[in-house]
């Protein structure tokens, strides 16, 4: 016997007949939904490089001369998986928070 794990994602989901919805706040999803069955969290690191431009004063030419820099910057970027089992038989929801806010909400496997 197989058994697949399927998820599928989507941009909304009901709370005791309140929506949440991908760009939401934990706050928001905490005061619609209550505290999730299980929280899931880690952390990774980006580097990015950043653009900016510096001005110089050129007396000779009696105005403002720019030319761009480049620098690094690194971030840590903070991910939340909060799981709803939202009754027997029904399916898992998985709400995915990025920095804080909702990035995904996908359906996951039907709880027991």
Not at 31 to 57: A, F, Q
Not at 71 to 80: A, D, M
Request: contains cysteine; proline residues 1%; aromatic residues 10%.
């Amino acid at each position: 016997m197989f058994s697949v794990s399927i998820n599928t994602y989507a941009d909304s989901m009901r709370c005791k007949n309140r929506l949440v919805s991908t760009g939401d706040s934990k706050a928001t999803v905490l005061l619609k939904c209550g505290e999730p069955w299980l929280k899931e969290d880690h952390s990774y690191t980006v580097t990015e490089k950043r653009n900016s431009d510096i001005y110089r004063y050129n007396q000779q030419d009696n105005g403002f001369n720019g030319h761009g820099a480049s620098r690094e910057v690194t971030r840590l970027i903070k991910v939340e998986k909060w799981t709803y089992n939202v009754g027997r038989n029904k399916f898992l929801r998985i709400i995915t928070f990025k920095e804080g806010m909702i990035e995904s909400i996908e359906t996951g496997d039907r709880a027991n």
